[in-house]
């Protein structure tokens, strides 16, 4: 069985980029464009890893990641922050909102791809 | 477009703080070329501006980031130094960067150009022209493609809470194995029994040796994103990788004896549970640890005794002179020992953890040699107590947790005619209160049988027949010499020695131990122990020329004895308190000090033993805080008297050893 990503970005740019990495990597991917709908989708299905932006228009990264967290059937699922600010407080924020890992854009193929196995394998 | 506009001058405002940063890491850089930390904020800092540069549509400035960039990843895998030339270098793409950030300033191909071949120049250094910087280190070794091979050793403790943000560290552990030759030891020394276990928790701790031509940063990196979830030590070993302690193969197989030497780490408590070891109070760098011999502490802790005694005389001094100066200085004297003295004592604290796990062991042998089943549970394994207590408190918890097997748990069948769980349970916990440290033996077993007890002792001439005691004075007997209720005497316990001698090694860490049972319940065993052996909290009371120390912990209260008191108990030695009659001692008498006795003395009600004892003084001077020493080998066996102390004015006072002057003052009567 395909280990399962959800992937949550306001950009449909970045969300295709991610899909086609993952997707040829084997692995199977859901998107969802914004934090409503990737809350919506964690409710009908299971993930094995959350990719997630920071900045989204209706539920932002960080709320997301906390409701992740507080959610019964993925509150132990990694979560990968995919964030624009290298800045030390938003990574922080994210940190201590229960994010397991994090990423700066932009990022090639490969360094999404490390970062996914050393998560999930 | 809205978008891009702010997006841009996001850029802008980040980019100059990078610039900021990058630019005081520079000139510490020019300092001290060396430092990997400094190395590797340049790298990030240009790293950020290239990334968010190129993701912003600032590409000139990204490629000038790049440029750079790929010097400083040269420097980091040590193959290029931070040269007085790289660092102008960076100083002036710098300044580059920062002027293109103004929109007004046009982006100058030439000056690109120019920034370009300035990197090739220095790039081009990299393999040749540098070699001392390439050659291998001491610790590392080439292997056959030439290529340096280090070895890391890493201990990695990740923090209990480690899996609740979504962490495995399996990821981590594939990823150093693909890194090389990769040898993990898991140390399961904090791991709970099955019952306890909470599988969100993480209780393991790995010990990684591993063989690898990538450098210390890479594997670093690997930990990026746990690094504050966990305890880290990363260190390249000597040459070839010895046993280390935690690696050999004994503490695969026997954890629980990893942790019984008497040395002491500050880092230490790895036997402790894994879930008190929150991370606010144990960042990562408190992991390292020195081994000292105990003597060099034992010999520390006398030094800091000699200064707090002088440091008092001088405070002495100081209020006699009324000069400010020196008495300034003199509290400064005071307030420094006494963190001095704290944090001395402080090293000498290790958790109690490291003695119960010998006692698993200890159960688990016993068990099988009784034919029955038992388990241990442990709580409070981080109760920390001065090592000198802790050793000498192990052989009297074997006594007691021997006689719980052994008298305490029923055979199954009589557990399972009673409808008890067929396996008996022995529980250990210890905690703090106050000035002590309460270590309780608990089992579930049949609890004493006080109407045996009082058979036996009469039996054995220790009680007479008519003597009529409550149930807690019958439980208290079986710390007579001899006394025994064993029926049968087995290898495990029913010699009749053994109770006794608990409780006078109990008493002589100046600790006390009591009994609560119930019948079909089970048996309690109390211990109460100071917290350290070298430094007592007592009342200092004077008796005629003589001043004594009373153990603090022992102290209730002071009431006052007067003539009329006396005159009203019709001499009988007792006076009352608030009601209750207390018997005393009146220190006078016996000590047959000189002198006139005072007209109002006080009473130091104490209790021992569950029961409220009154020592007479002449007066009460105060609570002292004093090191004890000891009365040397002449007066050693003095019964009454544990030990000295010297007080400020240079004079002495005996401390009182109360239990043992009680039982003086019980036979002599």
């Avoid at chain 2, 690898?212 to 690094?227: G, L, P, Q």
């Avoid at chain 2, 109002?600 to 009600?605: L, N």
Wanted: hydrophobic residues 40%; negative net charge.
């Amino acid at each position: 069985m395909p280990k399962k990503i959800l992937v949550v970005d306001d950009s449909s740019v970045i969300r295709q980029v991610e899909e086609t990495v993952l997707v040829k990597a084997g692995y199977e991917v859901a998107s969802a464009n914004g934090g409503k709908e990737a809350i919506r989708k964690m409710e009908t299905a299971t993930f094995n890893l959350i990719l997630t932006d920071l900045n989204m228009p209706d539920i932002d990264g960080v709320s997301l990641i906390k409701q992740v967290r507080a959610s019964a059937k993925h509150r132990l699922t990694p979560v990968v922050m995919i964030t624009t600010e290298s800045k030390d407080s938003k990574k922080q924020e994210g940190k201590s909102a229960g994010a397991t890992a994090w990423m700066v854009k932009p990022f090639t193929p490969e360094q999404l791809l490390s970062v996914v196995k050393r998560i999930i394998g | 477009m809205g978008s891009n506009d702010q997006l841009e001058s996001m850029f802008r405002e980040e980019a100059a703080e990078h610039l900021a940063a990058l630019e005081s890491t520079l000139l510490e850089l020019e300092q001290r070329p060396q430092d990997p930390e400094l190395i590797s904020q340049a790298f990030r800092a240009l790293h950020t501006i290239k990334g968010s540069g190129a993701m912003a549509g600032f590409d000139a400035i990204a490629a000038i980031a790049h440029e750079v960039e790929a010097v400083f990843v040269q420097i980091r895998q040590g193959k290029l130094q931070a040269s007085p030339n790289v660092i102008a270098l960076t100083l002036s793409a710098k300044d580059l960067i920062r002027s293109w950030l103004d929109p007004q300033v046009q982006v100058s191909t030439d000056a690109t150009a120019r920034m370009h071949s300035a990197c090739q120049a220095i790039l081009e250094l990299a393999p040749a022209a540098n070699p001392e910087i390439s050659q291998a280190p001491r610790e590392q070794s080439r292997n056959s493609d030439g290529q340096t091979v280090s070895h890391v050793r890493i201990a990695w403790a990740p923090h209990p809470d480690y899996f609740q943000n979504g962490s495995n560290p399996l990821g981590i552990l594939s990823e150093l194995n693909d890194m090389g030759s990769c040898q993990t030891t898991t140390n399961l020394a904090s791991l709970p029994c099955l019952e306890e276990l909470d599988t969100e928790t993480s209780y393991l701790r790995f010990d990684i040796l591993l063989q690898t031509t990538k450098r210390e940063n890479d594997v670093r990196d690997t930990f990026i994103f746990v690094e504050d979830r966990c305890d880290l030590k990363i260190s390249i070993s000597p040459a070839a990788p010895k046993q280390v302690d935690t690696t050999s193969p004994a503490s695969e197989t026997q954890p629980a004896l990893a942790g019984t030497s008497s040395t002491l780490s500050s880092g230490g408590a790895a036997l402790t549970p894994a879930r008190q070891a929150s991370p606010s109070n144990r960042p990562a760098e408190s992991a390292s640890s020195i081994r000292v011999s105990a003597e060099k502490l034992d010999s520390l802790v006398d030094l800091v005794g000699e200064l707090v005694i002088a440091q008092a005389r001088l405070a002495l001094l100081a209020s006699n002179r009324a000069d400010d100066e020196l008495l300034s200085v003199a509290e400064d004297i005071g307030r420094l020992s006494a963190e001095l003295r704290d944090n001395t004592l402080d090293i000498r604290m290790v958790p109690i953890g490291t003695t119960f796990v010998r006692f698993k062991r200890l159960v688990h042998d016993l068990s099988s040699d009784l034919g029955k089943e038992i388990q241990l549970e442990t709580e409070g394994a981080e109760t920390e107590l001065d090592k000198t207590v802790i050793e000498r408190l192990f052989d009297p918890l074997v006594h007691l947790i021997r006689n719980s097997c052994d008298h305490g748990i029923e055979s199954q069948e009589v557990r399972r005619k009673a409808g008890k769980n067929p396996v008996g349970t022995v529980r250990m916990l210890a905690y703090h209160s106050g000035q002590s440290v309460f270590v309780e033996i608990r089992d579930d077993g049949a609890g004493l049988d006080s109407v045996a007890i009082r058979k036996k002792a009469i039996a054995s001439g220790l009680l007479d027949e008519t003597a009529k005691l409550s149930v807690e004075e019958l439980y208290k007997l079986i710390f007579l010499p001899g006394f025994s209720l064993a029926k049968a005497v087995t290898n495990v316990s029913g010699r009749g020695v053994g109770m006794d001698v608990v409780k006078r090694s109990v008493e002589a860490l100046r600790g006390q131990i009591s009994i609560t049972s119930e019948p079909g319940k089970g048996t309690t065993f109390r211990l109460q122990l100071p917290l350290t052996l070298a430094i007592i909290e007592g009342l200092l009371v004077a008796v005629g020329e003589g001043k004594f120390v009373l153990p603090m912990s022992l102290v209730e209260e002071c009431v006052e004895l007067t003539a009329l008191d006396i005159k009203r108990s019709h001499d009988n030695r007792l006076t009352n308190v608030r009601g209750e009659l207390v018997p005393y001692i009146r220190l006078r008498d016996w000590f047959r000090s000189a002198g006139e006795r005072p007209a109002i003395e006080q009473v130091a009600v104490t209790t021992v033993e569950g029961k409220r004892i009154g020592f007479v003084v002449d007066g009460v001077i105060g609570q002292h805080q004093t090191v004890i020493k000891s009365l040397g080998r002449m007066y050693q066996n003095v019964r009454g008297l544990s030990g000295a102390t010297i007080l400020g004015d240079g004079s002495l006072a005996l401390i009182l050893d109360v239990p043992a002057l009680l039982r003086s003052v019980q036979q002599a009567a």
